[in-house]
Nanobody, 115 residues
Framework: QVQLVESGGGLVQAGGSLRLSCAAS????????MGWYRQAPGKQRELVAA???????NYADSVKGRFTISRDGPKNTLYLQMHSLKPEDTAVYYC?????????WGQGTQVTVSS
């Protein structure tokens, strides 16, 4: 079992920045990839960014050049640095971890970008 707890969401003006954190605990040795997803009202949950245990990253086209995913191994923490935020980035952001058999999810953190 893996437990994930997100933090760092909030209200920010368009053009601003936020950094999300996701603290992982439990069977973290089994994790082989982690990522951030988001879900806006009335829309499906979508991948924002992902990072493998080897450090390879993948981003949604809509956030490339603005968001950066990183992972602090010793702290068992995943980050999402978000710059140049837009109103369309408003969503609940979820941390995800996979071990090849199961997907684990955090409770989500709200990000609201005002125009």
């Amino acid at each position: 079992q893996v437990q994930l707890v997100e933090s760092g969401g909030g209200l920010v003006q368009a053009g601003g920045s936020l950094r999300l954190s996701c603290a992982a605990s439990g069977s973290i040795f089994s994790i082989n990839a982690m990522g951030w997803y988001r879900q806006a009202p009335g829309k499906q949950r979508e991948l924002v960014a992902a990072i493998t245990s080897g450090g390879s990253t993948n981003y949604a086209d809509s956030v490339k050049g603005r968001f950066t995913i990183s992972r602090d191994g010793p702290k068992n923490t995943l980050y999402l640095q978000m710059h140049s935020l837009k109103p369309e980035d408003t969503a609940v952001y979820y941390c995800n971890a996979g071990d090849g058999m199961y997907d684990y999810w955090g409770q989500g953190t709200q990000v609201t970008v005002s125009s």
